[in-house]
Nanobody, 114 residues
Framework: QVQLVESGGGLVQPGGSLRLSCTASGSVFSSNAMAWYRQAPGKQRELVARIFLGGSTNYADSVKGRFTISRDSAKNTLYLQMNNLKPEDTAVYYC????????WGQGTQVTVSS
């Protein structure tokens, strides 16, 4: 079974940047539309960004213009570049397919605070 591993989170001040990475034990990125999700304490997991097989992307309104999703299929890695971070971006971030059919990884914590 494919395992997803997210990394790159941390504590950052408002206005700062982080780049998250997601690796998979199998070659899923070249054959699936992929997405980043996040879950803040007490809230439901929400979709942040998607990247489709043709390379097109779309974003939640709350992150549009600040976050960029990308994929390196050769490295079997999905990325999320996050700029101009805000306290409301604080959450655990996960990757999965757009259909969410893979087993969820442990996620990576992003905390935006001064």
């Amino acid at each position: 079974q494919v395992q997803l591993v997210e990394s790159g989170g941390g504590l950052v001040q408002p206005g700062g940047s982080l780049r998250l990475s997601c690796t998979a034990s199998g070659s899923v990125f070249s054959s699936n539309a992929m997405a980043w999700y996040r879950q803040a304490p007490g809230k439901q997991r929400e979709l942040v960004a998607r990247i489709f097989l043709g390379g097109s992307t779309n974003y939640a309104d709350s992150v549009k213009g600040r976050f960029t999703i990308s994929r390196d299929s050769a490295k079997n890695t999905l990325y999320l570049q996050m700029n101009n971070l805000k306290p409301e971006d604080t959450a655990v971030y996960y990757c999965n397919t757009v259909d969410r059919y893979l087993v969820w990884g442990q996620g990576t914590q992003v905390t935006v605070s001064s």
